[in-house]
């Protein structure tokens, strides 16, 4: 087989995994082997060590050069989002499941366990509180 048919489906191959492997890294090293393959067919590499050099340099330029330039243009998937479980967790609704005296601990299930609670109001087992901040590993509630 001829190294420039060989140069082509590797390339081929690479530019593929890039569906399956996504990133914008294996589509470059593709492009590489691809344009190695030109070279081959067109006589300007004649050896297969000039030929690798030549696809390692022109895989790491396309990674870095135009890696960044496309992505600016095809950017992914991604968001960012401020994550605050205090934040999050103020206002929620809470069940009482041991007696809380004012200035005195008791629990509240929230969230499917059980937490340290306190407040400044009285709440009898099974009431609901909700949640006014967190102060330690404890939460403050209020009556609703």
């Keep these: ?6 140069w082509l489906i590797l390339g081929a191959i690479l530019m593929l995994l890039e ?14 082997a691809i344009m190695v393959a030109g070279f081959v067919h067109f ?24 890696r960044s330039f496309f992505m600016k243009f095809f950017e992914g998937d991604s968001y960012k989002q401020i994550v605050d479980e205090d934040e999050d967790a103020i206002g929620s609704c809470v069940e009482v ?23 400044d ?10 949640i006014e901040k967190r102060d330690g590993n404890k939460w403050v509630v209020k009556s609703i």
């Design 1 to 6: 087989m001829q190294a420039h048919i060989i």
């Design 43 to 66: 006589s300007i590499i004649t050896s297969i060590p000039i030929a690798i050099i030549t696809w390692f340099i022109s895989s790491i330029f396309m990674m870095f050069v135009l």
């Design 97 to 119: 499941i041991e007696k809380i005296l004012p200035h005195e601990e008791g629990r509240v299930r929230f969230r499917n366990t059980t937490w340290g609670a306190r407040s």
């Design 19 to 32: 569906t399956v492997i996504p990133g914008g890294i294996v589509v470059f090293l593709g492009f590489a």
């Design 121 to 130: 109001e009285e709440f009898s087992v099974g009431e609901k509180a909700i």
